[in-house]
């Protein structure tokens, strides 16, 4: 998107979006369902167990449910006549595992019928994806409501993997959302896939001086032109996010200055002084990174915006 875009744009989103910080609490559940983050757990588990790429699709999933009218389980809703929903808007279309927020919400209504919301359950999802990935762990604030609606035209708002540093740095801003936490958040490109669509714009046609983007090492350029041929792509082709793509690291990190991250939007990180001393920290002490991001995903998860606790997580009551 051209950043004048981004900016006749801003006023719309935010009408649509104004991050509100309700007040969240670790223990909101002791009393009324002491056992949902033990159930939520148990479904990440066993669904993990079948399906390595699950951790990689909850996180996603959360993060894209946060950055569209706050963390409200709005992407969960599925469209319903003549209303697209925001799982089916262009960035949504290859989220997956719905199906482990299905099960555990099951669950955790046969325990507690009408106490946890949806989107409290994909916050926990999230954060049990992290650390059965062998990342952190922290304690998840809970009491957000679920929201009653769901736009696909929406999922437009959200931060593009052909990004630059403003229009990141703008995205999140408008989310309350600092430089330090678009930094930290990004480390969540160490888990999970890609399809070429997300990063063809550096191996082709980069720009009229050069057919690929020249901060990405030759090698790798090289690499990724050969898994996503201009004509004849296999139809899921694409490439992970790092070479350990199940396991919540730092690679992700050490990539980008290896020039050997996929998104424009990674690289963009360097192109800024704070972002990029941040990279250079982060690439450098897992430890820096994982408190940070653990700071980042509390403070992005505490954007709430719902009205409800939903009995099924892709219909409103």
Same mark, same amino acid.
Do not use: E, G, T, V
């Given at each position: 998107m051209a950043l004048n875009l981004v900016f006749l @744009? +801003? %006023? *719309? %989103? &935010? @009408?649509l979006f104004s991050p509100v910080i309700n007040a969240l609490s670790s223990n909101y559940y002791d009393k009324s369902c002491p056992n949902v983050e033990q159930l939520v757990s148990n479904a990440v588990k066993k669904a993990t167990a079948n399906d390595k790429t699950v951790p990689a699709a909850l996180l996603?999933?959360? $993060?894209?449910d946060c950055f569209i009218r706050g963390c409200d389980a709005s992407v969960l809703l599925n469209s319903k006549g003549n209303n697209k929903a925001e799982k089916d808007g262009p960035p949504n279309i290859s989220l997956h595992a719905f199906y482990v927020i299905d099960n555990a919400k099951k669950q955790v209504e046969a325990s507690c019928p009408g106490v946890v919301s949806c989107a409290d359950i994909l916050a926990l999802a999230a954060r049990d994806a992290v650390v059965q990935s062998g990342g952190p762990s922290w304690n998840v604030p809970k009491g957000r409501k679920d929201g009653k609606t769901s736009l696909a035209t929406e999922t437009r708002q959200l931060p593009a993997p052909t990004f630059n540093i403003s229009q990141l740095q703008q +995205? !999140? +801003?408008q989310r309350g959302l600092s430089l330090n936490d678009l930094v930290a958040l990004s480390g969540g490109h160490t888990l999970g896939f890609s399809h070429c669509s997300s990063f063809q714009n550096r191996i082709h /046609? $980069? /720009?009229a001086t050069h057919d690929v983007d020249p901060t990405l090492h030759s090698s790798f350029a090289a690499s990724l032109k050969n898994t996503c041929p201009i004509k004849n792509r296999p139809k899921n082709a694409g490439a992970t996010m790092d070479p350990s793509a199940t396991t919540f690291d730092n690679t992700y990190f050490k990539l980008i200055l290896q020039g050997k991250s996929l998104f424009s939007s990674d690289?963009? *990180? &360097? @192109? !800024?002084?704070k972002t990029k001393n941040l990279v250079t920290k982060f690439a450098s002490s897992q430890q820096a990174f994982l408190d940070a991001f653990v700071h980042s995903m509390i403070k992005m998860s505490s954007i709430t915006g719902g009205q409800e606790i939903r009995k099924d997580c892709r219909v409103v009551n």
């Open positions: @744009s +801003s %006023i *719309l %989103i &935010l @009408s996603r999933m959360h $993060f894209h +995205s !999140f +801003s /046609n $980069f /720009n690289q963009a *990180l &360097l @192109s !800024f002084p």
